[in-house]
């Protein structure tokens, strides 16, 4: 199927998806701020993934809150393994740019979903702002079963709060976190190396309790 074909806000099924490679064609920089390895996500306990529309300014706003000791930004939530951004644009992968984040005990995960749901418009499906196509889709992936449920839980309040706004439904896709595959190393801490580059995130105004 040509990319160049095919309806971007629709998501690909397994058939459909691009092939993807067996390994990264790089290799991941440290962290600019932290300097922790990328490449270590998963051995931190406390650490879930989140997508917000463009993943530049979403990993900015992550980095600077207090017991947020990791981020990165990735693909996730789709079926082309290892896939590269050009891939993510032609919406034949199914993913959406996340952030990865880690946290310590300074940090709750309550107060890192309420920052999600502020920060971006969780109720436009496949955009954010005018950022068009799946890989903008909003997006929760939780690393346990008690998280999941505290994340169900925090869309339902919000969502009290949109209908109080006049805003419609979340359509936030919350789910148990499959496999992550890093973006290149020009995206990561991008707006640290681009203080002045593009950041589309933009909050619906109402508060999350």
């Known amino acids: 199927?040509?990319?160049?074909?095919?309806?971007?806000?629709?998501?690909?099924?397994?058939?459909?998806?691009?092939?993807?490679?067996?390994?990264?064609?790089?290799?991941?920089?440290?962290?600019?701020?932290?300097?922790?390895?990328?490449?270590?996500?998963?051995?931190?306990?406390?650490?879930?993934?989140?997508g917000m529309g463009c993943f530049w300014g979403a990993e900015r706003l992550f980095w600077q809150q207090q017991g947020v000791v990791y981020t990165a930004v990735g693909y996730a939530g789709g079926h082309t393994p290892f896939a590269t951004y050009e891939e993510i644009c032609s919406g034949l992968t199914g993913h959406t740019e996340v952030v990865a984040v880690a946290y310590d005990e300074q940090q709750s995960l309550e107060q890192l979903l309420a920052l999600f749901w502020q920060r971006h418009d969780p109720t436009q499906g496949m955009r954010q702002g005018n950022d068009t196509g799946t890989q903008?889709?909003?997006?929760?992936?939780?690393?346990?079963?008690?998280?999941?449920?505290?994340?169900?839980?925090?869309r339902d309040a919000?969502?009290?709060?949109?209908?109080?706004?006049?805003?419609?439904?979340i359509t936030t896709e919350i789910a148990l976190a499959d496999k992550l595959y890093f973006a290149e190393p020009y995206h990561q801490q991008y707006l640290d190396k681009n203080p002045n580059g593009y950041c589309g995130l933009k909050g619906t105004g109402v508060s999350c309790a």
């Open 1 to 50: 199927m040509s990319m160049f074909h095919f309806e971007k806000i629709q998501l690909p099924n397994a058939e459909q998806a691009l092939k993807g490679r067996a390994e990264y064609d790089f290799v991941l920089p440290p962290h600019r701020l932290f300097g922790c390895d990328l490449g270590q996500f998963d051995q931190y306990p406390k650490r879930l993934l989140l």
């Open 136 to 154: 903008y889709r909003s997006a929760l992936y939780l690393y346990s079963e008690q998280d999941l449920a505290l994340a169900i839980a925090s």
């Open 158 to 169: 919000y969502q009290k709060q949109l209908d109080s706004a006049g805003f419609g439904a």
